[in-house]
């Protein structure tokens, strides 16, 4: 099956944060108590919070299809840069998702090649992200596309602080 990336709008907003939504339950809810998904989910995924972001200044949506089905999104963000990183132009990949059932079928590959193009369109010099220090199969797939572990910050789930690594991929 082929996959389809293109800019994401406002309409597609809904089904992005329900993606969403599925996409981080299946993920880490095996790793983390009901308590803790629960808060996050409400706090910090809720459905509103989600679709508001799509198409919101300095976020950039790309959605992926599979016969007309969204089966993963990027989101990436103009956000403030890591202190370790200097003063070179960067831009965030806030979320990279695919659904569950599309794992291992390209979604992610196709998403991460178009962010790379984005940022060097954008002429920027360092494209980075955060990933929990225990998603071996995401740092994995980061390092394939040549991203390196370069500090670490701590992310919030619930009422548990958890280590993401920062990790950059120069342009």
């Known amino acids: 099956m082929s996959i389809i990336t293109r800019y994401a709008t406002t309409e597609d907003a809904m089904s992005i944060a329900l993606l969403s939504r599925q996409a981080f339950y299946d993920t880490f809810a095996e790793f983390n108590t009901e308590e803790d ?11 509103e919070k989600l679709a ?5 200044p300095g976020n950039t949506f790309l959605s992926a299809f599979m016969e007309n089905e ?23 990949i806030s979320r990279i998702y695919a659904a569950q059932k599309t ?9 991460m090649e178009e962010c790379v193009r984005i940022a ?4 920027r010099k ?14 994995g797939f980061y390092k394939k596309f040549g991203f390196e572990k370069f500090g670490e910050h701590d992310f919030v789930l619930g009422n548990d602080v958890q280590t993401d690594w920062l990790m950059k991929k120069m342009l």
Request: proline letters at 3%.
């Open 37 to 47: 998904m629960e808060l996050f989910m409400r706090d910090s995924f809720g459905m």
């Open 52 to 56: 508001g972001e799509v198409g919101a």
């Open 70 to 92: 969204l089966v993963g999104y990027a989101k990436l963000t103009l956000s403030e840069t890591p202190s370790l990183l200097g003063e070179a132009p960067s831009i965030e």
């Open 103 to 111: 794992i291992g079928l390209g979604v992610g590959k196709a998403l």
């Open 120 to 123: 060097k369109e954008q002429d």
């Open 126 to 139: 360092v494209i980075w992200l955060g990933v929990w220090e225990h998603n071996e199969r995401a740092i």
